[in-house]
């Protein structure tokens, strides 16, 4: 498994290699992405990077996300009105999703790399991706919602 400096320096070579400059707002914008764990909204970046850019917009971030989700490096995950989630997708995952807080973890289930080859096998369609959210509540809000 690569680490996130072999990610990021991948990323970076894969953005200059498409001919899109690297801004140290795109770099900070990348490297959140890339560290966080917690699947940010484009708010929450701004917040956590507006400190070490002040002259930055949500605009800015949003814009870069827009450009990441283009490309391929980042899912942009909707769930309901909520505002949209993004996540920097180096490997085929899934997502558990808290109903309560919002909260939102990974999982991969090997498995269904197989559903896949079965779907395919079975309608004929050359699939390239799939998506699978799983919804209930997080240990944190069944302690929460026990007490």
Known sequence: ??????????????????????TPQRYAVLEYLIQSESHPTADEIYQSLSGNFPNMSVATVYNNLKLFTKIGFVQEMTYGDASSRFDFSCTQHYHAVCENCGKVTDFHYPELDELEKGVQDLVGFKIVRHRLEVYGLCPECQKAKEQ
């Open 1 to 22: 498994m690569e680490t996130k400096s072999a990610i990021m320096a991948n990323s970076v070579e894969k953005l200059k290699n498409s001919n899109i400059r690297i």
